[in-house]
């Protein structure tokens, strides 16, 4: 039996996480009370034909405060029974929720006469405390689409070939923001840019002619043995602490060139030695 709980500040994408994971066979339930979790993975385990063998709950902000605090007591329990749960967190900055809220004119659960809109949005991340700093993976959406954030949550949660933890090499731009969800992250901005080669600046990380120009690079060989040589000492240690999953950002200034080529030749390397090694470029087509 597996099991996923999706939380979240409203308005960070939660449904859209619950309406992925059903397209992908698991049993959603949207607003589970916090105290029903140990029935539920009970009375699933105690089915002999194991009907829903994948679950997916969402328990959010609109529980009882004093079930969202009994959170790591409930979690530690359903995990003692040996199910796999999962604690995923979405989230995105306080400028973005509260536009998405002002485009939808839907009522943000902790809004009152007496709380503002951006007051709820702040008090939610501290109602949800309990949940965030438990979450095996948090997710920031605050420069996500629909479909970039449907990607990655397909990409985080179901993309697993193999059991353990799921690493994820990212790169991404800079002047874009680092990733809130990186638990190590590089800065490969000190290395030659292709961008200024004319010849070459429309091509990607991706492409042959970034690819070829970066190789002759000795500073890049020399960035890519130091990253490596970090990851493969470091990245297993990760894992031995039962870590669901890790994701390692590298960081240009676009996105588009020596963040993307690094990400790739590292993640090709790290696959040697790890399991379950996924690479995502947050910018290459922002």
Known sequence: MRLIVVSGR???GKSTALNVLEDHGYYCIDNLP?????????RTLASNDLLYPKIAVSIDARNLP???ERFPELLQEVRSRNIRCDVVFLDADDETLLKRFSETRRKHPLTSEERSLAEAIADEGKVLGAISDLCDLKVDTTSLNLYQLKDLLKLRLLDEPEPGTAFL?????????VPIDADVVFDVRCLPNPYWKPEIRSFSGLEQPVIDYLSAQPEV???FTDIFTYLSKWLPRFAASNRSYVTVAIGCTGGHHRSVYLAEKTANALK???R???VRHRDLHG
Not at 169 to 177: D, H, L, N, V, Y
């Open 10 to 12: 409203s308005g960070s």
């Open 34 to 42: 916090a105290g029903l979790l140990i029935d539920l993975a009970e």
């Open 66 to 68: 004093g079930q969202l």
């Open 169 to 177: 090499i990212e790169s991404f731009g800079f002047k874009r923001g």
């Open 221 to 223: 060989d020399e960035m």
């Open 272 to 274: 040697n030695t790890l």
């Open 276 to 278: 379950n090694v996924q």
